[in-house]
């Protein structure tokens, strides 16, 4: 794999595994007010999933497949930045990175 | 694909979206008493496509993950058939297929 | 779930299925006339076991999700109907199918 | 999440990347004497992938995921040290650190 390709799949992982995180806590939290955090979580946790994998190989929609990434992570990131808890803090930081990451590909 | 795999596979496909409904739909209640119906929807889910996936590709590891699969199955049944909603009836009854096929192939 | 929507899970999940089978046994040949429905049926089982998903759970990026998949289906299905082996021709109607089954929901 | 479990799930997360980049390597070389790596690596990187999902969820079926995976790593790992590409050295690598990290959970 080239530099930049192992720097977006790495942002990738680092997203879906604070993503995974955030929505698993706020999941627990059983409050309403939470639940579009818990949506968008679990939605660019799967993205960012399929988007490193798209990226490890090569594969011919990897760009159109960033792009969508890095417009669900920012969404993710907005909704994140809401909430005081550090796992949504900390998710919130991870989808700017990985958007970044992702747009440089697309 | 033999005849046997093809039904183990439909099976748990099938699960893997009735979990994922399921989940979707307890997940929106944002209701304490389901939550443990939404962890183990959601890990079921899981479990059901891998399942599905090293059945339909032969995998020298799918009956060690069938065995797991039905095990998660008839766990992810009994908490849905604690709940009168019809999205976990449906559930249930989704997971005790599966876990019946997952059983046959394990 | 509405039947519409479930009646595009369906059609997803069922390529998904056919996508790994005609994936795992072009693998089996080695042969480099075969990589390209290689590459094209891991994609596409990827993208429609994500889109399965998401319209399962609906999600707000479903319909983005459904457009890119009916264009990865499609072009599956061109690589497929190249090929006369069984495997081939049967994941080719499973792509055409969800294809369309996608684009009713785009 | 704990110290460990962030451990275990990067492990996880690394293996999966170094999985999905050996399978792809090793499916263009369309050699049959390759087949057994491609197989190893495609089903070690979905059992990664789940392993860090469930590690990094507290599923209570983490621990006997985590015992999966680190015997499929150590499996996967033998498979690739027989090889002496760089992907394969580097797979092999990754899958020997995550067996011990899963190891230490399960």
Redo the contacts between chains.
């Keep these: 794999?080239k530099n930049e390709v192992t720097s977006c799949?790495?942002a990738c992982?680092?997203c879906?595994?604070l993503c995974?995180?955030c929505?698993?806590e706020c999941?627990?939290m059983?409050?309403?007010h939470?639940?579009d955090c818990?949506?968008n979580c679990?939605?660019c946790a799967?993205?960012c999933?399929?988007c490193?994998?798209?990226s490890?190989?090569?594969?011919?929609?990897a760009k159109?497949?960033c792009e969508?990434c890095a417009d669900?992570c920012n969404a993710c990131a907005a909704e994140c930045e809401k909430h005081n808890h550090a796992h949504c803090q900390a998710c919130a930081e991870a989808c700017r990175t990985c958007a970044a990451e992702c747009m440089a590909m697309a």
């Design positions: 794999m799949v790495d992982l680092n879906y595994k995974l995180d929505a698993h999941i627990k059983a409050d309403e939470m639940l818990v949506q679990l939605d799967e993205l999933s399929l490193a994998r798209f490890a190989t090569d594969s011919p929609y159109r497949l969508m669900v």
